[in-house]
């Protein structure tokens, strides 16, 4: 999982700064202002970007590698 910040989408509702202010803060303007990075996703960052009513605090999933994945099943017929 992935945190994506986008405070041109941001419309200054504060919920990630409530939420989460270890994680968030908010400029003069009222935007969103990440505080650090991210490199795993918490409870209190899940649920920052749940609330955030713009879509400007999102955490997204991102696919694994196709070196990663594992094919399931077989092409042999039964009979």
């Known amino acids: 999982m992935k945190l994506v910040v986008d405070p041109s989408r ?9 939420i989460a202010p ?3 803060d908010q400029d003069e303007d009222g935007r969103v202002e990440p505080l650090r990075t991210v490199d795993a996703v918490d409870e209190p960052v899940r649920r920052a970007a749940d609330s ?19 094919a399931v099943g077989g092409t042999g017929s039964a009979g």
Do not use: K, N
Not at 10 to 18: F, Q, R, S, T, Y
Not at 52 to 70: F, K, L, N, Y
């Open 10 to 18: 941001c419309v200054g509702a504060g919920m990630c700064a409530l």
């Open 22 to 24: 270890e994680y968030f």
């Open 52 to 70: 955030c009513p713009s879509g400007a605090v999102r955490v997204i999933t991102e696919p694994r590698p196709a070196s990663d994945t594992q």
